[in-house]
């Protein structure tokens, strides 16, 4: 009975890399990780837009004496209120997690915005022109992070 001495070669596969997770993909050392950069962006507008969301809903609540009474506005001023009032708090929900849905609410919601302060009321865009300046920037910004963290992820 002859017994085979020579040893085994034991072969130990490699790690599959799954692409829909990220912490295992390679990093590189080096450079800017622009997913994490678009996580902390997307977090920063989430704040700014509970703030923009809650003063909707001040004006709605009588809280903010600006305005005046919310009933005496124009039906067309307090559906926007309103509107504006639930799109941003949603936006800044899932801005805050991170998600493909918040950036596109989010987009909505910029996106309303600046159409109805120019198309319908060019004289609120007079008195508060910082603020469409504010969300330009704010949208272009969030368009080239997301852009670079995409290509990032493709490579």
Do not use: C
């Amino acid at each position: 009975m002859a017994f085979n001495l020579r040893r085994r070669e034991t072969v130990v596969p490699a790690p599959v890399l799954s692409p829909d997770r990220i912490e295992e993909q390679p990093r590189s050392q080096g450079g800017i990780r622009w997913a994490l950069a678009l996580r902390i962006y997307m977090r920063v507008l989430s704040l700014l837009w509970i703030a923009k969301g809650l003063g909707a809903w001040a004006v709605i609540l009588g809280v903010s004496g600006a305005t005046g009474a919310f009933e005496s506005l124009a039906p067309s001023h307090q559906a926007t209120v309103v509107y504006f009032g639930v799109i941003d708090l949603v936006a800044a929900i899932g801005l805050w997690m991170a998600s493909t849905w918040g950036g596109v609410i989010w987009l909505l919601a910029v996106m309303s915005h600046l159409i109805l302060l120019s198309a319908f009321s060019p004289d609120l865009l007079l008195q508060f022109p910082m603020l469409s300046v504010v969300m330009a920037v704010a949208l272009a910004i969030y368009l080239v992070i997301s852009w670079i963290s995409a290509r990032e992820e493709q490579v």
